[in-house]
């Protein structure tokens, strides 16, 4: 058996996605696919367009093997933090063979060489970044900069300037250097690939043609609610499922839905909004101020954003507010080598395969309901990562239940089992 282990979000699963798929399973030869992936929050800060349980569904309609779910205080943050969250989880099972992340260079050797000098960080890299931090740059970019000036003037990289700056300012770039930083720390066995991403950027808003990015399928969705817009940017199985959820009365989800909820927790808890996690630096003050004038999330996020703090790092702050998820208590997860457990959310006959393997190989809990838990709740770590994932969804299912009121019979992580989509012969 040869498993291949994905990273993901599936916000929602799309054609570039269902290649992407393709194309990893090709350069691994793998046999057997598992994918990492993203509660009901997700890395940006914004809750999930559908529910966990809903994408899942949808990834292995359309070919993943099993879907885990990646730990709700992983998933919301920064690449260095998702990436350690996501990788932690796979190399934990032993029994995963190889990764495959999409990116904008394409080139693993070249990312594995960049991630060496994070991991071994030279005496020289640590000076350079030393004195950008002490002028007061914060430490994504300080760090960008540094290894910048240093393989420029210390490491033998054949590469231009204007690549390795490329390569260091691009979204998913960034995420590969992080995903081989993990393996390179935890002398994992777990092989590394990537491919480019194709036609469309992480970012871009456009739907050009048959592959866009999940950005552009969102804002459509946001501005049109329209899904015969994007049946060509999208699997069959993809389009029929989100179908259903809508002719059920589910809507898509949008982060400013949540705005007066946030507002309420911002103005309860202003003495104390400087424990959560990134609340750093007197922001909590500027929160608190510019609650009050702001008419919708988006006014609330400009109020607050400024050269220090982007936007999508504002999001995440505010994510974290809304969740809860405190200083200490991401101190106590955030080193951790080990995962404590995997939550399963959907498989097919091949995954129940891998989580066979998973059981003969690992001593890790495998979680298909939540009520059987409690075995672990003596565990600091277990029991810090579950119950915020457990507050996740209550916090997302207020939302998204509005108009299904009567399918809401409580934590929903109690209700609810893994999809299992038989394969068909």
């Not at 630096?281 to 703090?309: A, M, P, W």
């Amino acid at each position: 058996m040869n498993i291949l282990g994905l990273i993901v979000e599936y916000n929602p699963f799309h054609n570039g996605h269902l290649y992407h798929l393709t194309k990893s399973k090709e350069i691994t030869g793998a046999t057997h696919t598992i994918a990492i992936m993203s509660g009901n929050f997700l890395q940006r800060g914004e809750p999930a367009l559908f529910d966990k349980y809903t994408r899942a569904e949808m990834a292995v309609k359309n070919g993943v093997d099993l879907v885990v779910e990646l730990p709700t205080m992983f998933a919301c943050q920064s690449a260095e933090l998702f990436a350690q969250g996501a990788i932690t989880t796979l190399n934990s099972l032993n029994c995963i063979n190889s990764i495959c992340f999409g990116s904008e260079e394409g080139d693993v050797e070249i990312l594995y060489s960049i991630s060496k000098i994070l991991v071994n960080e030279p005496d020289e890299f640590k000076e350079i970044f030393k004195n950008y931090l002490d002028e007061g740059m914060l430490y994504p970019t300080a760090r960008s900069l540094a290894l910048f000036d240093y393989i420029n003037n210390y490491n033998s990289l054949n590469i231009s300037k204007e690549k390795l700056l490329s390569i260091l300012n691009s979204s998913n770039n960034i995420l590969g250097l992080e995903y081989i930083k993990c393996l390179l720390k935890l002398k994992s066995n777990i092989k590394p690939f990537t491919i480019s991403r194709v036609s469309a950027s992480y970012n871009s808003e456009e739907i050009k043609n048959d592959i866009c990015s999940a950005t552009a399928i969102r804002k459509s969705l946001k501005e049109n609610n329209n899904l015969l817009l994007l049946k060509n940017v999208v699997p069959y199985n993809t389009y029929e499922t989100l179908n259903s959820k809508l002719d059920n009365n589910f809507s898509p989800m949008f982060d400013d839905k949540y705005f007066e909820i946030l507002r309420s927790i911002i103005l309860r808890d202003s003495n104390i909004l400087n424990t959560y996690f990134d609340v750093n630096e007197g922001i909590e003050n500027k929160i608190y101020q510019n609650v009050f004038t702001s008419s919708c999330l988006n006014d609330l996020h400009i109020s607050v954003k400024s050269k220090r703090y982007t936007l999508t790092k504002i999001k995440r702050t505010f994510n974290n507010i809304l969740l809860g998820i405190t200083k200490n208590d991401m101190s106590s997860v955030k080193n951790i080598s080990q995962m404590p457990y995997v939550r399963i959310l959907a498989f097919n006959d091949n995954g129940r395969e891998i989580i066979k393997t998973i059981k003969n190989s690992s001593d890790i809990n495998i979680i298909n309901k939540f009520s059987k838990t409690s075995f672990s709740m003596d565990d600091t770590v277990f029991k810090t990562l579950i119950n915020y994932d457990i507050k996740a969804s209550n916090m997302y299912n207020l939302i998204y239940y509005k108009n299904n009121k009567e399918l809401l019979k409580g934590p929903m992580d109690y209700y609810k089992s893994p999809t299992y989509i038989r394969t068909t012969k």
